[in-house]
């Protein structure tokens, strides 16, 4: 089994407060500050460390691609959110994951928070299948898309466009603070889960191309995952 998922996450200001001196009261110009301290590159995007979960998606499939069940969390109390995390991954021994920039973002996420919450972690994730960089256990679009980073990293939704399938429909990452603000947590949620339907669409993209999946198993799994994408769309809540 395949375990596709997504995370959401915003800056953890109350850490953010304890690593800065003299930290203006005001959360905007304090998380400006932690950007340029803290930040990568010219977006100033804060590393996982500095941030926590507010939402999860995740969708199990087997390993030729059929879709077997969608789980999810979303909410202020993190460490609830961590612990059903924790136990879904335990529904299976031998799972394995499709994400993307997970790798680089969303595991890390997972290790800090959890140990911020003095949590263990399901065993298979320190798996050498799951830790080895090149593992096919642990698959990484921006990775299998740019050959472990001997070409560029593609965007979830530049690789959407160019195969004809619309990405990032509901919202963008940048819009997840501002809806945790207001309170639009199933809001959060329901962008998650976009994301997560079209890493599961592209995957399928990538097993036909590279010959894992004949034409006539492509095509229905596509078409099905495709009418859940529009239909996510659809209806924002």
Not at 46 to 64: E, R
Not at 139 to 152: C, I, K, P, R, V
């Amino acid at each position: 089994m395949f375990f596709v998922f997504d995370i959401e996450s915003i800056p953890d200001i109350a850490f953010l407060r304890t690593l800065l001196e003299n930290p203006p009261e005001e959360d905007e110009p304090m998380l400006e500050i932690a950007a340029e301290e803290f930040g990568r590159g010219k977006s100033g995007f804060l590393p996982p460390m500095y941030h926590q979960m507010v939402s999860w998606v995740g969708l199990w499939v087997t390993t030729s691609g059929e879709p077997r069940q969608k789980v999810a969390w979303s909410g202020t109390n993190e460490r609830e959110g961590l612990e059903t995390l924790i136990d879904t991954l335990r529904t299976f021994k031998d799972f394995g994951v499709i994400h993307h920039n997970g790798k680089g973002f969303d595991l890390p996420l997972v290790t800090y928070r959890a140990m911020k919450h003095g949590l263990q972690l399901p065993s298979r994730l320190n798996n050498h299948e799951i830790r080895y960089r090149f593992s096919k256990h642990n698959l990484d679009l921006m990775d299998e898309f740019s050959n472990f980073g001997a070409s560029s990293y593609p965007r979830l939704k530049h690789i959407g466009a160019l195969i004809g399938i619309p990405v990032k429909m509901t919202g963008e990452g940048d819009e997840v603070l501002s809806m945790y603000r207001d309170g639009k947590l199933d809001r959060i949620e329901h962008y998650c889960y976009e994301d997560v339907m079209a890493t599961y669409l592209i995957w399928l993209h990538l097993q036909f191309t590279s010959g894992v999946l004949s034409q006539n198993e492509f095509q229905n799994l596509r078409s099905r995952a495709l009418s859940k994408l529009q239909e996510i769309q659809q209806s924002i809540p």
